[in-house]
């Protein structure tokens, strides 16, 4: 019995030392790009590339509940205020007018990226003179105001084209001024993190600052 018992010891022993061998020499890794092909096409690499660092890796969408709908959009105005002045948060929005300057900001500077008419042929000389004859043209319609201040900056009109292209596309539910849910249950809140969406320690800090954000808002409001 004692033979049987000391083998069993020392096969333990021998299973815990291989495992913990096995453990301290492993190679751990949280990235994606370890699903991914060993020689990606050029497709795939952009794909992973997004995955990685896009816009979408950093959005976090944030569901706030309970109470009714001029409790939920106060308290959703309040965690905006509180998470836009976060440096961990490139941005923060609800659909409140608190977030209109940072939004235009973002599509003015990205307006040749975003505008649905920017092409290789705007910028010919011939595509550049019909760009700029229409912004002309737009001087005198009812939105003329707008071209006129951004003429100087963008005579091509891609900023106004943008603005018009995301007019006709379908809008989510607001209640009280804020995003809601199809339900009308719940407000939202999107927000987008600066640091990408393969770095965990950064994007843990940022759901944890929300939770923050939540709580500090909540006792706030009695």
């Keep these: 019995m004692r033979k ?6 020392v096969i333990w022993l021998t299973v815990l030392f291989v495992g913990g061998a096995l453990i ?12 991914m092909p060993q020689s990606p096409t050029a497709q795939q690499a952009v794909l992973n590339e997004q995955l990685l660092h896009g816009i979408l890796s950093r959005q976090i969408m944030i569901e706030i509940n309970g109470g009714d709908a001029s409790t939920r959009a106060k308290i959703s105005n309040e965690i905006v205020k509180k998470l836009q ?7 923060v929005s609800n659909n409140s007018s608190n977030d ?3 939004f235009f900001h973002y599509f003015f500077s990205h307006r040749y990226l975003l505008s ?4 290789s042929q705007l910028f010919t000389v011939a595509g550049l003179h019909k760009a700029i004859e229409n912004s002309i043209n737009m001087l005198a319609t009812p939105g003329g105001e707008m071209v006129q201040s951004l003429f100087p ?39 987008q993190t600066r640091a990408s969406g393969s770095d965990m320690a950064a994007q843990q800090i940022a759901v944890n600052s929300i939770r923050l954000a939540f709580t500090k808002t909540k006792k706030e409001a009695g």
């Design 85 to 91: 002045r976060n440096a961990a948060f490139f941005s």
């Design 4 to 9: 049987i018992h000391g083998l069993v010891v």
């Design 100 to 102: 209109d300057a940072s």
């Design 24 to 35: 301290l020499t492993a190679n751990f890794s949280a990235s994606l790009s370890e699903f």
């Design 116 to 119: 649905p008419s920017v092409n």
């Design 153 to 191: 900056s963008d005579p091509t009109g891609a900023t106004v084209q943008l603005i018009q292209s995301l007019g006709r596309v379908a809008r989510p539910m607001t209640q009280d001024g804020v995003w809601s849910s199809r339900s009308g249950q719940s407000a939202l809140i999107l927000a």
